[in-house]
């Protein structure tokens, strides 16, 4: 019986020691996890706006092309998903930039699951 104390107590020495270090860590990846989400917001900011001014550049008056029409409403279509999902990526990334703490803590449950 003794035994199983002191291994307890071990343990528990063990887990208060590296607490901190661990909690430190996962509050960083709270924000390196907010930063993919900001990148992901980025390009597909970049490309939806992209997409919609070089679908405005084609011009399918020219000889009548069908491709060219078909390849200037895909652009269009794409680029306008693009738009429509970013604010979806980026609300994420701002609520863990706002509160990284909750995060952490949410992270730390679903390890444990």
Do not use: C, H
């Not at 924000?31 to 001014?53: E, H, M, N, R, T």
């Amino acid at each position: 019986m003794d035994t199983i104390g002191n291994v307890l107590q071990q343990l528990i020495d063990m887990i208060e020691s590296t607490a901190p270090v661990l909690w430190e860590i996962l509050f960083r990846q709270v924000y390196v996890d907010a930063f993919g989400y900001l990148v992901g917001v980025a390009i597909l900011i970049a490309g939806g706006v992209f997409a919609i001014s070089y679908a405005k550049k084609i011009n399918p008056d020219d000889n009548y092309d069908m491709n060219a029409e078909v390849g200037q409403i895909t652009l269009v279509v794409f680029g306008s998903l693009a738009l429509i999902i970013a604010p979806f990526v980026l609300i994420p990334a701002i609520k863990m930039l706002f509160n990284p703490q909750y995060y952490a803590i949410l992270d730390i449950i679903s390890r444990l699951r």
